[in-house]
């Protein structure tokens, strides 16, 4: 079963069957996604912190999943965490690793799910790429963040392979509205032998 889900993971592009994975997947996804060395929660956590102005201000963990990344930039050093996912059944996981302040779920009909300016930082962790949320997702979180806010997110290979993601992402970089402060390519999943990019930019 582990196969399928990941090859589902990566075929999907509709957010309705998106959501529909994610929540058929969410009982098995902790053992299988450890089973195969997750890694990008940690490097993200890390780097995030070193960067963090205020680690104690609230951070918000958007596509947090089962709480794999809460669990992550807890351990990192942040203090006060809120996540927001699609998935219902993800969101039951992470409530019950008690990391977070406050779980909400996504609407995805929504073209601005995150109160304008209400978070200084935000990460996005294996969430923004092929068969999970579209490349706009970046414009999404960084139209939430006030000047100076941090965005912590990664590509892995599969969205790497796709030249709209880090289009998106370059789209911030080349006018001057966002400073890339971090870029790092590293293990993501090595039981599937995929890598991903983690990025730390500021909102110019």
Same mark, same amino acid.
């Given at each position: ?89 993800? %969101? @039951?996981?992470?409530? $019950? ?5 406050? #779980?909400?779920?996504?609407? /995805?009909? &929504?073209? !601005? ?24 997702? %970046? @414009?999404?979180?960084? $139209? ?5 806010? #941090?965005?912590?997110?990664? /590509?892995? &290979?599969? !969205? ?45």
């Amino acid at each position: 079963m582990q196969d399928s889900f990941f090859d589902k993971a990566y075929a999907t592009a509709d957010p309705d069957e998106t959501r529909a994975l994610y929540d058929a997947w969410a009982a098995s996804y902790d053992a299988e996604i450890a089973a195969n060395g997750y890694a990008t929660p940690g490097r993200v956590a890390e780097a995030m912190f070193r960067f963090a102005k205020s680690p104690e201000a609230p951070l918000l963990d958007y596509g947090c999943g089962t709480g794999l990344s809460g669990l992550a930039l807890k351990l990192a050093g942040f203090g006060t965490l809120d996540g927001m996912d699609p998935s219902h059944e993800m %969101l @039951d996981g992470a409530r $019950r690793k008690a990391v977070y302040r406050n #779980l909400t779920p996504i609407d /995805l009909s &929504d073209p !601005a799910p995150i109160p304008a300016g209400a978070y200084q930082a935000i990460t996005c962790i294996g969430v923004i790429g092929t068969g999970a949320a579209p490349a706009s997702t %970046l @414009d999404l979180v960084m $139209r939430a963040l006030p000047k100076g806010g #941090l965005l912590g997110f990664s /590509l892995n &290979d599969h !969205a790497l392979a796709d030249p709209q993601y880090e289009g998106a992402l370059n789209g911030w970089l080349d006018c001057g509205a966002a400073r890339l402060l971090f870029r790092e390519h590293g293990p993501h999943l090595p039981g599937q032998n995929i890598k991903s990019t983690v990025y730390i930019i500021e909102k110019a």
